[in-house]
């Protein structure tokens, strides 16, 4: 980013078209929403939009470059701040859901990528 942009917390352009930028950490569910909600109501208040630049770690290779150039440590890292183990974790922890509901909607989830692949592979 260094490389090609002047500013590194992208949310800063935001003012050169006269509107609010806000960073979240892409990895914390609760902080995106939160965010995101005020956004949308700053939105819909009629006061125009918001730009939120949701800073994240990719943990898969570039689809465009099958091989891997990042350090196996540094992946690991971030394998510790994946959202979705977060949120699960944070879910079971505040008894919001239980480990059975929680492998319940994983399966569920996983059936429904299943088709829409399915479906897509056949159109």
């Not at 800063?12 to 949308?40: C, F, H, Q, W």
């Not at 992946?75 to 510790?80: G, T, V």
């Not at 699960?88 to 989830?109: M, P, R």
Request: proline share 4%; net charge negative; aromatic share 6%.
């Amino acid at each position: 980013l260094e490389e090609h942009s002047s500013v590194i917390n992208l949310s800063e352009r935001a003012n050169t078209y006269n509107m609010p930028g806000i960073t979240v950490d892409g990895n914390d569910v609760i902080e995106t929403y939160g965010m995101t909600s005020l956004a949308i109501d700053y939105a819909r208040n009629g006061d125009g939009p918001v730009l939120i630049e949701a800073l994240t770690y990719r943990l898969c290779p570039d689809e465009q470059s099958l091989s891997e150039t990042r350090a196996a440590q540094e992946i690991e890292a971030w394998e510790n701040e994946d959202p979705i183990p977060k949120m699960a974790d944070y879910l079971v922890h505040n008894e919001i859901l239980t480990q059975e509901q929680l492998f319940s909607i994983e399966k569920e989830v996983k059936y429904r990528i299943r088709k829409a692949l399915e479906t897509a592979q056949k159109s």
